[in-house]
C-alpha cells in the first residue's frame, strides 16, 4: 500500500524555465510533507516542508503547494539551473505514527538541460 | 558541523551470510534512525531511535535484522542471515530531538549487494 505516490518517474526541463514535481498521498492523517533531494553516492538533503495548516510555502526559488482536499502537492523550482539535476523524493509525516517516520514517495528524477 | 558517518560505503555478501553497518550521528542528536532504500523506491523507515530506546520498529524485519544503539551516540545495524532481497542503500539519519517533524540529516549510506 503506497501511501506516497510521485507518478512521474523523470522529467526534463531547459534551464531558466519552470520545473514542476507532483505528489500525491491517500493518508488523510498526514500532516507535514517535506521535500528531498537527493543526488548519486550522497544521502537526500532536506530542501522544503509545509505543514498542513498551510496551503503555500516559498524558500527562494522553490515553492511548495499543498491541496488537502485533493490530497496533492507540488514542487516549483523557478527559474531552474543544471546543478538542480537530481532525484526529488516527497515525504509526509502523522497520522498517529512517530515524528521522524517518513513515509516516501518513489522520487523523480529532474534532469535540467543548458 | 560533521554530518552523519556511516561505513562501509559498499559491501558484497553472499545470501545467508551476515553483515553489520555502522552509524554515527550528528554530535547531540538525540534521535537516529535507519532508513531502508530499495533501487526505484524511496526510503522506507526500519526502526527510529530516541537516545538509547527504541521509539518504532514496525517495519524492521526482526527475524533477521537487529540494531543497537549502545550509550545513546553510535548504532549499529546487522543482518543475520542476508537474503537477496535485502539488496538496498541502507542509509542512517538524525535530528535533534525528534519530538515534533523536523528536518532529518542523513548520510551517504551504505550500499549492500547480497548475491
Known amino acids: 500500500d503506497q501511501q506516497v505516490k510521485q507518478n512521474s518517474p523523470s522529467l526534463s526541463v531547459q534551464e531558466g524555465r519552470i520545473s514542476i514535481l507532483n505528489c500525491d498521498y491517500t493518508n488523510s492523517m498526514f500532516d507535514y510533507f517535506l521535500w528531498y533531494k537527493k543526488y548519486p553516492a550522497e544521502g537526500p538533503t532536506f530542501l522544503i516542508s509545509i505543514s498542513s495548516i498551510k496551503d503555500k510555502n516559498e524558500d527562494g526559488r522553490f515553492t511548495v503547494f499543498l491541496n488537502k482536499s485533493a490530497k496533492h502537492l507540488s514542487l516549483h523550482i523557478v527559474p531552474s539551473q543544471p546543478g538542480d539535476s537530481a532525484v526529488y523524493f516527497c515525504a509526509a509525516s502523522g497520522g498517529g505514527t512517530s515524528y521522524g517516520k517518513l513515509t516516501f514517495g518513489q522520487g523523480t528524477i529532474l534532469t535540467v538541460h543548458p | ?115
Open chain 2, 1 to 115: 558541523e560533521a554530518g552523519v558517518a556511516q561505513s562501509p560505503r559498499y559491501k558484497i555478501i553472499e545470501k545467508r551470510q551476515s553483515v553489520a553497518f555502522w552509524c554515527n550521528p550528528i554530535s547531540g542528536h538525540a534521535t537516529l534512525y535507519w532508513y531502508q532504500q530499495i533501487l526505484g523506491q524511496g526510503p522506507k523507515l526500519l526502526i527510529q531511535f530516541q537516545n538509547n530506546g527504541v521509539v518504532d520498529d514496525s517495519q524492521l524485519p526482526k527475524d533477521r535484522f537487529s540494531a543497537e544503539r549502545l550509550k545513546g551516540v553510535d548504532s549499529t545495524l546487522k543482518i543475520q542471515p542476508a537474503k537477496l532481497e535485502d539488496s538496498a542503500v541502507y542509509l542512517c539519519a538524525s535530528s535533534l530531538r525528534g519530538t515534533f517533524v523536523e528536518k532529518l540529516f542523513f548520510g551517504s549510506g551504505t550500499q549492500l549487494s547480497v548475491l
